[in-house]
């Protein structure tokens, strides 16, 4: 008999092997990141089918803005399109979308399109998709610290009452459940300041496939690594 697959609730996905896939083809590195636009959205979709609550998807961190120009300006172009083309069909699949990331820099009309994607979905409760679009987990909890600090000098907190529960209140997604997988396609084996937060007891799964080839397949074999972990969370069994 087969043993029963534990789901994770929460899956973050670090989207990696665009460039390496289009460089196997001789192809620009935005062509790259073309291709694996629709990957997210099969994944999303199968994701729901499997009982998945949330994923969390790394699509430009903080770090990105040392690549080109060229490649920097696709890539700020290519989220505005693809929120506009893809937010009405994964409104319909039920999907509630957020924007995890920072506002300096980030173009204004991508902010634009991720409040829009936002409005529109916000009350959606099959599935939650975080994009996390100008994300760093240091500056996330820096971010959180700086809030935190404002709110000790108005005497909204006290800092000796300062614990875990008062620093969630102040990230990006308070409401956020803990990640239980992280998944990174592309062999790379780190997690590039990816929800460091968040993901302090995930199980972490690296597969090796460049994001581009992933598939509802692979996703699901990804859970099923999952599902053959032992979480103990400091616990002795
Ligand atoms: C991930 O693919 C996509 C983004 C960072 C936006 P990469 O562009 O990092 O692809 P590789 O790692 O160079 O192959
Ligand atoms: C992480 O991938 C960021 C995204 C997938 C958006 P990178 O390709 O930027 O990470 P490093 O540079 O290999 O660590
Ligand atoms: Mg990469």
Redesign the pocket.
């Known amino acids: 008999m087969s043993k029963k697959i534990d789901i994770p609730q929460h899956i973050a996905i670090v989207?990696?092997?665009?460039?390496?896939?289009a460089?196997e083809r001789g192809l620009p590195?935005t062509a790259?990141?073309q291709a694996?636009e629709k990957v997210l959205f099969d994944l999303v979709e199968a994701a729901i089918g499997f009982g998945v609550k949330e994923i969390s998807a790394?699509?430009?961190?903080t770090e990105?803005w040392k690549r080109s120009p060229e490649?920097v300006k696709f890539?700020m172009g290519y989220s505005r399109e693809m929120l506009r083309t893809r937010r009405d069909s994964l409104n319909e699949m039920g999907v509630k979308i957020q924007w995890l990331g920072r506002p300096q820099r980030l173009w204004k009309s991508v902010i634009s399109e991720l409040e829009e994607a936002q409005e529109l979905t916000s009350k959606n409760k099959k599935l939650t998709l975080n994009m996390c679009v100008n994300y760093g987990g240091r500056a996330e909890i820096v971010d959180a610290a700086t809030e935190l600090a404002r709110d000790v000098k108005r005497g909204k907190v006290k800092a000796d009452s300062i614990n875990e529960k008062t620093l969630e209140k102040y990230l990006y997604s308070p409401k956020m459940r803990d990640v239980d997988m992280f998944l990174r396609s592309?062999g790379?084996q780190r997690t590039s300041n990816f929800l460091p937060w968040q993901t302090s007891y995930a199980e972490l799964v690296f597969m090796d496939v460049?994001?581009p080839d992933m598939t509802p397949e692979l996703l699901w074999k990804a859970i099923e690594i999952y599902s053959g972990r032992e979480r103990r969370f400091g616990s002795a069994q």
């Open positions: 989207m990696d092997g665009n460039g390496r896939w460089k590195r790259g990141h694996g790394y699509a430009f961190s990105n490649e890539l592309s790379e460049l994001w």
